[in-house]
Every structure is written in C-alpha cells, then in structure tokens.
C-alpha cells in the first residue's frame, strides 16, 4: 500500500467514448503526477501538478485532459482515443517538485478498441 | 534532451549476482534512482545515489556511478526469485519541474 489509489484498474473502451481515471492520495504530499507506460519504451511523463496547478504538460495530446480539483484527487479525462493510446497509466506523487522519491499508484490498464 | 538508456532483459539464475547497467545524458543530475516495479504494481523507489558519490552499498544491493562516462549500475548479490521485477534507472530533469526521467527498464527473470 503506497498510499496512491488509482481507479479504474481496468478500462476497456471504444474510440468515440469518453472516460476518466482518477487517483487518490492519502500522503499529504503537494505534486502529483501522471505517467503512460507502453511495452519497451520508457516511462512517458505527461502531466505535472504542484499544489493543483499545472506546471508541465509535456506535448501531450488534447484527447488526454488532467483535473487536480484539489491536493488529494487527479484526474484524467479521456476522450476519442487511438488503439495506440491503450497503455498502463500511472499516477505518481510527492512531497514537492524537487523531491526525488516518487510515490506510484498501481496503474489503470487502458485498452482502447 | 536527458535520454536513459537500460537493456531490456537480463536473465540469471538463483544466487548469481545481477548486474543491471544504465547510461544517461544529463551530467547536472543531483540525484540517480533505481526503482523497481513488481507484476502488477506501480514504481517503488529501490535506492538513489548522489551524484557526489561513486558506490552506494545497502544490504544485498550495490550502486556504482561512473559520472564521467554517465554510467549507472546496479548490482544485486545473491539474487532470488523474488527480485523478478522491472527495473528502472531514472535521473532528475534539468528544466523546471525537476520531473524524474525514466529508462524503458530492465525486466530480471530470476529461475530456480
């Protein structure tokens, strides 16, 4: 127990749907993260929040849609994804932007039909 | 921009040691992480190593930096079949955001 909850862990979904994965910390901690991982390439950042603002979007596409409504929730909105979009999504804290230790959420699976 | 390289497969049997290598780019990195995913599971931080430092040593695992060649290693003695895992080499970034940036990671299949 990492103390990061990530929900859905499963999502199987069409392209024209429109989803959400959502993580919840309980580690009192200020950045929160979001990470794809795909087979064989490396750990993709695509969104940085610190205290619920975001501070990167790192060239991500408008079909992936962050939300920090506050220091415990992230969100991620999903709509008319690609096949080439289904990956382990990974949500990520920590105390502050320059601390090294990163606390993960076991990853929501996505697989987009 | 940081780039860090990992093999994507190492395979050892029970009580050999592992050793694990990683090269990356970005020589301003204060810190150097090695975090390990088990199936199933997200990251967890396994060790880190100060960029000031040449070995870390905890318990069965051992660090080694080689900052002039940007070289990373890690080092498992004894290693049993509950270390299969990913293993990730990751460095902080230089810009803005200190966010970590992660290797494609190591998978380790240990057989009995």
């Known amino acids: 127990e990492t103390g990061v909850t990530q929900t859905p862990r499963h999502l199987v979904m069409g392209m024209t749907n429109k989803k959400s994965l959502k993580c919840e910390q309980h580690?009192?901690?200020?950045?929160m993260y979001w990470y794809k991982q795909s087979a064989k390439k490396p750990l993709e950042l695509m969104f940085v929040y610190n205290f619920k603002e975001q501070t990167e979007n790192n060239s991500v596409p408008s079909r992936f849609s962050p939300e920090c409504p506050n220091s415990s929730h992230l969100f991620l909105h999903l709509h008319t994804l690609q096949p080439e979009d289904s990956a382990l999504y990974l949500c990520?804290?920590?105390?502050?932007?320059?601390?090294?230790?990163?606390?993960f959420g076991e990853g929501s699976r996505l697989t987009v039909l | 921009g940081e780039d860090v390289e990992q093999s994507l497969f190492l395979s050892v049997r029970e009580g050999d040691s592992s050793v694990i290598n990683c090269t990356y780019t970005d020589s301003s990195s204060t810190y150097l992480y090695w975090y390990k995913q088990e199936p199933g599971a997200g990251l967890q931080l396994l060790t880190y190593?100060?960029?000031?430092?040449d070995m870390k040593q905890d318990q069965r695992l051992t660090v080694l930096l080689n900052k002039k060649d940007k070289h990373l290693s890690l080092r498992i003695a004894d290693t049993q079949t509950g270390d299969s895992a990913i293993y990730f080499c990751?460095?902080?970034?230089?810009?803005?955001?200190?966010?970590?940036?992660f290797g494609k990671g190591t998978t380790l299949s240990v057989s009995s």
């Open positions: 580690l009192g901690h200020n950045a």
């Open positions: 190593i100060f960029s000031n430092m």
């Open positions: 990751a460095e902080t970034a230089n810009q803005a955001g200190t966010a970590l940036i």
């Open positions: 990520a804290t920590s105390r502050g932007l320059d601390a090294g230790e990163l606390f």
